[in-house]
């Protein structure tokens, strides 16, 4: 992750995150804890990008007393949420996928990453620091947006910020690297793991206004949706963009598509 994208948090994204999330996020990661990774009593589980803490505190119930859960994340705001969830199986502590060497080699049966491997500008070097800290035989779990399935919402986005005055700010590396399936697979290969599914999933949210969903995407991004422009121009921008989603809403709300990707593979 850049310098700049995590220094556009703020408490109240990370509140806001908390809040909403569990409908969210959240539900995509047990898919990939229980669909996919299954995980098991007594396992040793390293969440990376953990946020607040949610999916680990439900790991942690899944491991056990005899397993151990530990979050990392590079967002010292969403470790304090997080740490408030702590117990004798579950620890948290702020922590960067570029470099694990707080954990020493084969330490884990288990690493997942619940909506953070797209935040990650550089892949590889992550993925071969989560070889290293696996077990042999241990599984990694990857549920990441879809490259190429962003949604409305990036192409209104893209609109808006095509336009004078917004145009005149270039955007920064805080913004999502998306890969597809086909290069997730060769990624993880060439990371040391063997591939075991990689499925691609439509992802439809509904949100009950424009400004709902903006909020989530700010607070999911944490800050970077629009961090790259003045807080006024940022005010404008998101006028213009909720004028341009309530174009699309229903009865129903306001609909964010998309597709995820949901990939498990084992270290070699």
């Not at 599984?139 to 490259?147: N, S």
């Not at 145009?167 to 399936?181: C, F, I």
Request: glycine share 10%; aromatic share 8%.
């Amino acid at each position: 992750m850049s310098e700049y994208g995590l220094l556009q948090d703020t408490e109240d994204l990370a509140q806001h995150y908390e809040a909403v999330n569990a409908d969210r996020q959240f539900r995509a990661g047990l898919s990939l804890i229980d669909d996919y990774l299954k995980i098991r009593e007594g396992e040793d589980v390293l969440d990376v990008g953990t946020g607040t803490g949610q999916l680990a505190e439900y790991v942690a119930s899944r491991v056990g007393p005899k397993g151990r859960v530990f979050g990392i994340d590079p967002l010292p705001l969403r470790i304090e949420f997080a740490a408030k969830k702590a117990r004798p199986n579950l620890h948290f502590a702020v922590g960067d996928a570029y470099d694990l060497g707080l954990f020493a080699d084969a330490t884990f049966d288990v690493v997942y990453l619940n909506a953070v491997l797209h935040w990650l500008n550089e892949k590889r070097q992550p993925l071969r620091e989560f070889a290293r800290v696996l077990k042999p035989g241990g599984r990694i779990g990857i549920m990441a947006g879809a490259k190429g399935q962003g949604g409305e919402l990036g192409e209104i986005r893209k609109r808006v910020l095509s336009r004078e005055p917004f145009n005149g700010y270039p955007e920064t590396t805080g913004q999502p690297h998306p890969v597809t399936a086909d290069e997730l697979t060769d990624l993880l290969r060439e990371t040391g793991f063997v591939v075991d599914t990689i499925d691609v999933l439509p992802n439809q949210q509904m949100f009950a206004t424009p400004q709902a969903l903006i909020d989530y995407i700010e607070a999911s991004s944490f800050g970077n949706f629009l961090g790259h422009l003045p807080f006024d121009l940022k005010e404008r921008a998101s006028r213009e963009i909720s004028i341009e989603l309530a174009r699309l809403a229903t009865s129903e709300g306001v609909a964010q598509g998309g597709a995820r990707l949901f990939a498990c593979a084992t270290r070699c």
